[in-house]
């Protein structure tokens, strides 16, 4: 299901979420692991990439470009549209949610979040993205 040598854009504010999500991702399996400390850097580090990014894991409040605004960058960018996005966060509010929808989020994770959850999370943005239903 997955290809584990997928380069993946982890984007998070703060290095310790960055670690933790990169060593859930490596627990999985994955092993092309980039990260970014905010959205204006990963959007340089995904529109400059020699091999595209296959999914980008963004925290949503961020300084600067937040998750979400992220997001719909990604999204309105021909280059970039395509590209399964999760959003990771401690924001669960309904309206959260209906936005992140709405700017067409692959999959939404709140945090505080288990490596299972993810994974899960993982299957379902690649299975929108592919057409199918998450196993």
Same mark, same amino acid.
């Given at each position: 299901? !997955?290809?584990?040598? $997928?380069?993946?854009?982890?984007?998070?504010?703060? &290095?310790?979420? *960055?670690?933790?999500?990169? =060593?859930?991702? *490596?627990?999985?399996? %994955?092993?092309?692991? /980039?990260?970014?400390?905010?959205?204006? #850097?990963?959007?340089? @580090?995904? /529109?400059? +990439? #020699?091999?595209? !990014?296959?999914?980008?894991?963004?925290?949503?409040?961020?300084?600067? &470009? $937040?998750?979400?605004?992220?997001?719909?960058?990604?999204? &309105?960018?021909?280059?970039? *549209?395509?590209?399964? %996005? &999760?959003?990771?966060?401690? #924001?669960?509010? =309904?309206?959260?949610?209906? #936005?992140?929808?709405? +700017?067409?989020?692959?999959?939404?994770?709140?945090?505080? !979040? /288990?490596?299972?959850?993810? @994974? =899960?999370?993982?299957?379902? +943005?690649?299975?929108?993205?592919?057409?199918? /239903?998450? +196993?």
């Amino acid at each position: 299901m !997955f290809n584990f040598d $997928t380069p993946i854009l982890i984007v998070d504010d703060m &290095l310790t979420m *960055r670690k933790l999500v990169a =060593k859930a991702l *490596r627990g999985i399996g %994955f092993t092309n692991i /980039t990260d970014a400390k905010n959205g204006n #850097e990963a959007w340089e @580090k995904l /529109t400059s +990439a #020699e091999i595209p !990014f296959g999914l980008v894991i963004s925290d949503w409040m961020m300084p600067d &470009l $937040t998750g979400i605004d992220f997001l719909k960058r990604v999204r &309105l960018d021909p280059r970039t *549209r395509a590209t399964p %996005f &999760l959003l990771l966060t401690a #924001e669960s509010s =309904k309206d959260n949610v209906a #936005e992140a929808v709405t +700017a067409g989020v692959s999959s939404y994770i709140v945090k505080p !979040f /288990t490596p299972d959850t993810l @994974k =899960k999370q993982l299957q379902a +943005a690649y299975a929108k993205h592919q057409g199918k /239903t998450a +196993a």
